[in-house]
């Protein structure tokens, strides 16, 4: 098992003072919460952190662990760590159970007086809620569709620490209309409870897949679609994906690159009715150029006498 | 959903739920983090995402040791942040269809 240096943890002085500590651990509590951190592992960076500042805020458990910490660095301080034969905490009252999950190093050092402070198996108490992201892609999105989802599950024993995962498969069935972000709560599915209580929940995060054609505002989709110079100057009418088949639309002539044109009810399903689908139009230039072509624009060049940059010359 | 039935809880579920006091739920409604269905009943009600609103305020709370208002205020801007950064995210996607 290996040692835990909760001083570096934190990044304070083994001589530090409680409020240095605390600062630290606040400090640091910001940077890794996952609620609140963009950072990998942030998560388990914030264990780590909130497991040193369980033990360091109170004073019977940093004793315990300075004694602990001094006999390993007469040690040597290397190699993995057993806690001494007969070690047994000196108790240090009120153990937070939000701690459950915490790393086997602590449990090792602190668990013993934990059951022993509480006498017995904790009162009942409800199972614990997970989250999971769910990513959907934008097909599925369109009608209910049931998916196959698997996930890993902590289990808990009846003092509340963590013992192992199972992994645990479901069908859900994802509703129309579903939007990023959106949360799917799956009652029960959690976390077993202890005693008699019920489980926890499972919470679906909907992640939507960027998709490789449509952008999502709302319920209003985007599709930007190519068309040549004169495709935008004559007028045409082409085909457009939508989620379902493809259909044809009529570009007016004249057209800008960048204008947009509504397709009504060819969007996502959503609590205000069918959303629209919005073409981009968006004008690309031919990939090579001969001679006879180049003349072609030349005549365009002079026939046209159109400057596009005549606003700055203002 | 609109044909989705809606789950109310009430405060004494509620405690079952989520692990804080009377007098920290009267805080946390106070500083409008979480709003009852009727802020007068006798008994509140929340719905489920009020339930998921108070019980990131109290994890938040516990692990950041921030008082309520202080809560109140991360809560909001990291919802902002959330969407922004939803937002950013779909506007360079479109941005890059229209460069080459």
Partial sequence: MEFKDYYALLGVEPE???????????RLARKYHPDI?????????FKEVAEAWQVLKDPDKRADYDQLRAMRSQQGGRGPFEA???????????????????????????SGARQGGRGGPAPGRRGRDVEI???????????????PISFRLPEYNQYGELIGETTKSLNVKIPAGVSDGERIRLKGQGSAGVGDMPAGDVYLRIRLVPHPLFDVEGHNLIVTVPVAPWEAALGAKIEVPTLAS???????????SGKKLRIAGKGLPGKAGQGDLFVLLKVVMPPASSDEINQLWEQLAEKASFDPRAQWSR | MASEVEVTVCTTELYQLVAISDQDLAELVGHGIAEPHDQQAVEWQFDEAAVAQIT???RLRRELQVDWAGIALALELLDELEELRRENGALRRRLERLEE
Wanted: aromatic content about 10%; proline content about 9%; glycine content about 10%.
């Fill in chain 1, 16 to 26: 530090a003072d409680e409020a240095t500590i605390k600062t630290a651990y606040r």
């Fill in chain 1, 37 to 45: 951190s963009q950072e990998k592992d942030a998560e388990a960076k």
């Fill in chain 1, 84 to 110: 001494p034969p007969g070690w047994q905490p000196s108790g240090g009252g009120g153990f937070d159970p939000s701690g459950a999950g915490f790393s086997d190093f602590f449990e090792s050092l602190f």
């Fill in chain 1, 133 to 147: 992201d769910l990513p959907v892609f934008l097909e599925d999105t369109v009608s209910s569709e049931t998916k």
């Fill in chain 1, 246 to 256: 493809p259909i044809k639309v009529s570009i007016p002539a004249n057209s800008q």
């Fill in chain 2, 56 to 58: 990131r305020a109290v």
